[in-house]
């Protein structure tokens, strides 16, 4: 490989790293009674900090359900219920939650109208701690980085930071 080429990954990486840093990932279920969801989550590896959005209109329903009421499409106990589409679930920590439409007395559910979705670890290394305070998570509409133009400049800020760290401190000291 070339040092130009080798150069150039190395940027696409960082701009990779920073994206990722920056929102998690979105995915998008289109919620029908006639929709097959069993191996939704196999296809989809949803991790902590990504977001679910289910996109439906009446009479379905996102009910979060436990294990069991999610296995018998029982909804006398559901843990939430959402009834006006979209539904946005964000995952906050790693693994399997139950979603199912309780429309119909549970029969788009028994039909298949219901996910199980695993949530795995943030990618080592790559964690960020979730937003704190009252200000919302950045909603995955900010345009994504162009080329390999971020990293000189994040890099710039940093030398910019750390100047006048230097000169702060420095003053300090004299
Ligand atoms: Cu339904």
New binding site residues.
């Given amino acids: 490989m070339s040092p130009s080429l080798v150069k150039a990954l190395i940027a696409l990486v960082a701009v990779a790293s920073v994206a990722e840093l920056a929102a998690g990932k979105n995915y998008t279920i289109e919620?029908?009674?006639s929709g097959d969801y069993s191996d939704w989550s196999s296809k989809n590896p949803v991790r902590v900090g990504d977001t679910v959005v289910f996109t439906?209109g009446s009479?379905?329903?996102v009910d979060e359900l436990s294990k069991p009421d999610y296995e018998a499409c029982s909804f006398a106990n559901s843990l939430s219920s959402e009834q006006s589409g979209p539904t946005a679930v964000t995952f906050d920590k790693a693994g399997t939650r139950y979603f199912a439409?309780?429309?119909?007395a549970g029969s788009?559910?028994s039909q298949g109208?219901k996910v199980a979705i695993t949530v795995a670890d943030a990618t080592a290394g790559a964690q960020s701690p979730p937003p704190k305070g009252d200000s919302p998570p950045p909603k995955g509409n900010s345009p994504a980085p162009k080329g390999n133009a971020a990293a000189p400049v994040a890099g710039l800020s940093v030398k910019v930071v750390l100047g006048l760290g230097v000169g702060a401190a420095f003053l300090a000291a004299f």
Avoid: G, K, S, V
């Avoid at 439409?101 to 119909?104: G, Q």
């Fill in positions: 919620w029908t009674a439906y009479p379905h329903t439409c309780a429309a119909a788009h559910c109208q």
